[in-house]
């Protein structure tokens, strides 16, 4: 497979400390645009499910076992950040202190480096050192509650909302800005990327809307929790589902012209009077055909109609295809194209997955540490190669 070393960020140096969820995430993507991302795995895994090399956020990474529990483990990863230009780590505030590798120590070896650190409720405040998921973490920003059916219990939205949407995302663009300026001025960053507070961003178009008399904290009542007629998923014939989205009137119109649905008997669009007769009159239609007929119907049409697909449908999707975006790789993974495209980058095809310490030996030697001292190193168990 062809590598991403020509992206945007081929030259940038990232040093990872090997976690799960969204710290490996915001590493892959940074990867997929081309920069050197170094995984600092621990020995056996560190317990870590999940943490290993066959998944898709290890994709063009190289991978070194140190074992931080040792006094010259720590000095390994100092060597490593000397010419790095960023570090990601997720543990617990302090953690990285304790080992020996936090930023006051990163910034006497490298004063420009950007130092990212990933948690779910901050650096600071009564809940820093608690542990978390993400069902916890957007419980507290508004996130989760409303989510769901009224008077059911809210519905996790699968780890994309904290995890990757509120905590990936924000460290990656925290860590992009914060580059730039180090870029500029020589002075390295500590980026504070809070899961809490990259949700609690994304609700603000909530806090606009009620501030409007838009938006209410009853579920199932708003424009985009379900409770429109033409913004939610309508079940069909063979018990599969298409979603509606028609907001804007012309494209409300349109769906109505392609159903045949009389515009003056339906009803206004927005008049909550007509709202329930006209989620059953499109209930009964859609449960009329069949999920694909119905995909065909509303193919290349502005009806804003589409089918719901399972992720493994969503491989054989024309656009999909057409963009690259879900291809079956050699490691017998479905892989998703790096995003966003970049119009100077020669190629969409992710990299290989390389095995957890594949790369142990040189990139001690690449650090400036000689044979005889990788040597001792591995026999006194400070790092380990592939397994």
């Known amino acids: 497979m062809s590598s991403a070393s020509n992206g945007p960020l081929s030259g940038i140096k990232i040093v990872e400390l090997a976690g799960i969820g969204p710290g490996p995430y915001a590493g892959q993507l940074l990867a997929d645009m081309g920069a050197e991302v170094i995984v600092v795995h621990r020995p056996n895994g560190g317990m870590i499910p999940g943490a290993n090399a066959h998944s898709i956020d290890q994709r063009g990474k190289k991978s070194i076992i140190v074992d931080l529990r040792e006094p010259s483990g720590a000095e390994i990863i100092l060597k490593l950040i000397e010419t790095a230009d960023a570090l990601i780590e997720g543990n617990r505030p302090g953690v990285t202190e304790r080992l020996g590798i936090g930023p006051e120590a990163c910034h006497?070896?490298?004063?420009?480096?950007?130092?990212?650190r990933m948690t779910g409720w901050g650096q600071t405040g009564?809940?820093?050192?608690t542990v978390g998921h993400d069902i916890n973490y957007i419980s507290v920003t508004g996130a989760l509650e409303a989510m769901g059916r009224d008077g059911e219990p809210p519905f996790p939205p699968l780890n994309f909302v904290g995890d990757y949407g509120g905590g990936s995302l924000f460290l990656v663009s925290g860590i992009l800005a914060a580059l730039i300026r180090a870029q500029k001025t020589g002075k390295g960053e500590i980026v504070d990327a809070a899961i809490i507070d990259g949700v609690s961003s994304m609700m603000g178009i909530v806090y606009s809307l009620s501030a409007h008399g838009f938006w209410q904290t009853k579920r199932k009542a708003n424009l985009l929790d379900g409770a429109m007629p033409y913004y939610r998923c309508y079940e069909t014939r063979d018990k599969k589902f298409m979603a509606v989205g028609c907001i804007e009137?012309?494209?409300?119109?349109?769906?109505?012209?392609?159903l045949e649905i009389?515009?003056?008997s339906f009803g206004p669009q927005n008049h909550p009077k007509f709202r329930e007769?006209?989620?059953?009159?499109?209930?009964?239609?859609?449960?009329?055909?069949?999920?694909d007929e119905w995909a065909e119907i509303f193919n290349g049409t502005d009806a804003c109609v589409s089918p719901v697909l399972n992720y493994l449908e969503a491989a054989e999707h024309p656009q999909n295809i057409a963009r690259g975006g879900l291809k079956l790789q050699e490691d017998g993974m479905i892989h998703p194209r790096p995003a966003p495209a970049f119009?100077?980058?020669?190629s969409i095809t992710p990299n290989t997955l390389s095995s957890q310490g594949?790369?142990?030996r040189s990139l001690l030697k690449s650090s400036g540490f000689n044979d005889s001292e990788i040597e001792n190193f591995i026999s006194k168990k400070v790092v380990y190669e592939e397994k």
Do not use: C
Request: glycine content about 2%; charged content about 30%.
């Open 108 to 116: 006497a070896r490298n004063s420009k480096l950007v130092y990212g």
């Open 126 to 129: 009564p809940w820093a050192k």
């Open 249 to 258: 009137p012309q494209f409300f119109a349109q769906m109505l012209k392609i």
């Open 262 to 264: 009389d515009a003056e």
């Open 277 to 291: 007769a006209q989620i059953k009159t499109l209930s009964d239609i859609f449960a009329s055909k069949d999920r």
């Open 343 to 346: 119009e100077s980058t020669d």
């Open 358 to 360: 594949a790369d142990t």
